[in-house]
């Protein structure tokens, strides 16, 4: 191939052949992808060698500075190859993704983990989790408010239910508010997103239905506040100064509030108990917080809190599968030192 | 008329399917709960079908995946509207009752109804909510401007105080690993500001061994944060991404319902 050659692509639509150019592909990709196409259009495809004009007075490569340079080259036109045109083809839409089989593989054989995980703890056999401090002191923490007489806060982070930190924050709060209204302490979450707020009031109304005691529960108990960011955490933390809570939750997804109400809780004197996932703000919940749920432990806690073998189950397949991904981590890190690319290629998602 | 498979499915799994369970729920109460798993269940499906299945019904600009994307933004919408209502409810029974801190509820409602009352306005008249064909802001523009900014950056703002008192606390060297968080932290704030270099200015035959102490706490500023923070960082990332999955499934398959309220499976 000579040097500055590239491959024109070009397609057009049967009978009329009015050429249109689609894209410039350099040597040696094995393969080029028209995504432009409409499905089922009929197109027909050229593919051609191209040699770039070389302007007049290039030098030549490597010769420089060595006082025995060639005469200034003349320009030299583009030169095109032979064109190589396709049988008239059509797309259409595939009923599988081939290209993403390695992650369907994945998905499938961690819900097979996942489920059998817990057939293994319906059939009553004995799960170990280890003990996680944070989830101990949730029910230290309200006892702690009721014995003083104070509210306890609940804070359900700052994103929506499409967010999975959320989702087990909601679930965390059925359990503060279960035991809330088997000790009668007030309970107050303010929310910022819309849809949270709806889904944890249905969750802390349910949680008092269950344990007995409706007449307890009260609407603004769970309470929308506003959508800004910052005019939310300027209304709660001045909340916590003005209400001055025995305990503060601050559990699900936070950004740059994190610090600003962990810190404003901390000069109240509660104690705090925070849970996220996301690296990002978790060592200002560690530096501010009594108790921090780091990563998994956040969803852990559904598990932690009722004992529930179901869920059980679900942290023991949840194990299973790191086990196999710490395997195939160290097994990818001999491979790539030896030179094997596969296992990469493998993991690779596309 | 082309016949949309993806919009009919969507309407029917996720209008007329709850729609019809929550009639049929009145008689039955079981059901009516089963009803929220029921749709939990189709959600979930339809997002994890649309990455393998590239067929247009389902994963296309106007598939179903994308096409429920758009209805949470319209169910939000609803829920911003309880949210309001909240809000004038418990902001009016805190004024009537005189309970503690009812002057900011005013403060609140005075706020929310002018500019509410001025954004209204701006759509009804055409003028927006930006600006005036003259230039100047609209009145919803200018409260935006010369009131709600400045109070949100001030807000923000607050965060470096924050910053140095919360680091002043956790980096109390109480216990070895407080010391050894203590001793990164130093070597890292040393490494991100060139302070050898400013004390060695008046000293111009220190400058040299300054810049080269300065380089080396910058490389070892990048190592502490590329390898031990980033090492752990990638553990706990790995773990919450396995829980985050783990949850998914749970909830999918309607054995996580402590969200919704229902049963003990919080």
Redesign the interface.
């Known amino acids: 191939m000579p040097e500055g050659a590239v491959f024109d692509v070009r397609r057009a639509e049967p009978p009329a052949y009015d050429w249109q150019e689609v894209a410039t592909v350099d040597p040696g990709v094995g393969r080029y992808v028209d995504a432009s196409v409409q499905?089922g259009s009929v197109y027909r495809y050229e593919i051609r060698v191209r040699v770039a004009a070389t302007p007049a007075g290039a030098e030549t490569p490597g010769a420089a500075g060595t006082g025995l340079e060639p005469p200034t080259a003349a320009a030299a036109p583009a030169a095109m190859g032979a064109a190589v045109v396709s049988d008239p083809v059509a797309s259409h839409?595939?009923?599988?993704?081939a290209a993403?089989a390695n992650?369907?593989v994945a998905?499938v054989l961690?819900?097979v983990i996942?489920?059998s995980s817990?057939a293994y703890a319906r059939s009553g056999k004995n799960i170990f989790i280890r003990r996680i401090a944070g989830l101990n002191a949730v029910d230290e923490a309200i006892g702690r408010a009721t014995e003083l007489g104070k509210k306890v806060f609940y804070i359900p982070g700052s994103q929506?239910?499409?967010d999975?930190?959320t989702?087990?924050s909601?679930?965390?709060l059925?359990?503060v508010a279960r035991a809330t209204a088997r000790y009668g302490t007030d309970l107050d979450v303010p929310?910022k997103?819309?849809?949270t707020?709806?889904?944890a009031r249905?969750?802390?109304?349910?949680?008092y239905l269950s344990e007995g005691r409706p007449d307890l529960f009260r609407?603004?108990m769970v309470?929308?506040?506003?959508?800004?960011q910052?005019?939310y955490?300027?209304a709660v933390s001045?909340r916590m100064v003005?209400e001055k809570p025995a305990a503060i939750f601050l559990i699900g997804y936070f950004f740059?509030e994190s610090?600003?109400l962990?810190?404003?809780g901390?000069s109240t004197g509660a104690i705090q108990i925070a849970g996220q996932?996301?690296?990002t703000q978790?060592p200002?919940f560690?530096?501010?917080c009594d108790y921090t749920l780091?990563?998994?432990e956040?969803?852990?806690a559904?598990a932690y809190?009722?004992r529930?073998p179901?869920?059980l189950g679900?942290?023991r397949?949840?194990d299973i599968?790191?086990a196999i991904?710490i395997l195939i981590g160290i097994s990818g890190i001999i491979a790539v030192s030896l030179g094997v690319q596969g296992i990469p290629e493998m993991l690779l998602t596309r | 008329m082309n016949f949309d498979f993806g919009r009919v499915a969507l309407v029917l799994l996720f209008a007329i399917v709850p729609i019809g369970g929550i009639i049929l729920g009145i008689r039955a109460p079981a059901l009516r709960s089963r009803i929220p798993i029921m749709v939990g269940f189709l959600a979930g499906l339809v997002p994890i079908v649309s990455l393998y299945v590239p067929k247009n019904f389902i994963s296309g600009p106007t598939g179903m995946s994308p096409r429920l994307d758009q209805w949470l933004i319209i169910l939000a919408g609803f829920a911003l509207l309880l949210g309001i209502v909240n809000v004038l409810q418990t902001s009016i029974r805190k004024i009537t009752r005189r309970e503690a801190g009812w002057p900011f509820a005013v403060v609140l409602l005075a706020g929310l109804f002018s500019t509410g009352s001025f954004g209204i306005h701006g759509a009804i008249s055409g003028q927006g909510i930006g600006f005036l064909p003259d230039g100047s802001p609209t009145p919803f523009k200018y409260m935006a401007d010369w009131f709600f900014l400045p109070l949100q950056s001030t807000i923000f703002s607050l965060l470096a105080f924050f910053m140095a008192s919360a680091a002043f606390r956790a980096f109390r060297a109480r216990n070895t690993e407080a010391t050894i968080l203590l001793v990164a932290a130093g070597l890292i704030m040393a490494g991100r500001v060139p302070l050898l270099e400013l004390f060695a200015l008046p000293f111009p035959g220190l400058q040299p061994a300054a810049a080269g102490a300065s380089q080396f706490l910058g490389r070892t500023t990048e190592w502490i944060m590329d390898t031990p923070n980033g090492a752990a960082q990638s553990g706990i990332i790995i773990g919450a991404a396995l829980g985050a999955a783990s949850m998914a499934i749970r909830v999918i398959l309607g054995i996580e319902r402590g969200y919704l309220g229902l049963g003990k499976g919080e």
């Not at chain 1, 839409?93 to 993704?97: G, L, M, Q, T």
């Not at chain 1, 249905?202 to 949680?207: D, F, L, T």
């Not at chain 1, 309470?223 to 800004?228: C, E, G, L």
Request: charged fraction near 20%.
């Open positions: 499905d839409d595939n009923w599988f993704r993403r992650s369907l998905t961690f819900t996942i489920l817990i929506s239910m499409d999975i930190q989702v087990a909601i679930a965390i059925g359990h929310n997103d819309p849809l707020f709806v889904s249905e969750a802390v109304r349910s949680a609407e603004e309470n929308y506040v506003t959508y800004d910052f005019a955490t300027a001045a003005r740059a610090l600003i962990a810190e404003t901390q996932a996301d690296p978790l200002f560690v530096a501010t780091i990563g998994e956040l969803y852990a559904g809190l009722t529930e179901v869920l679900s942290m397949g949840q599968a790191k991904l």
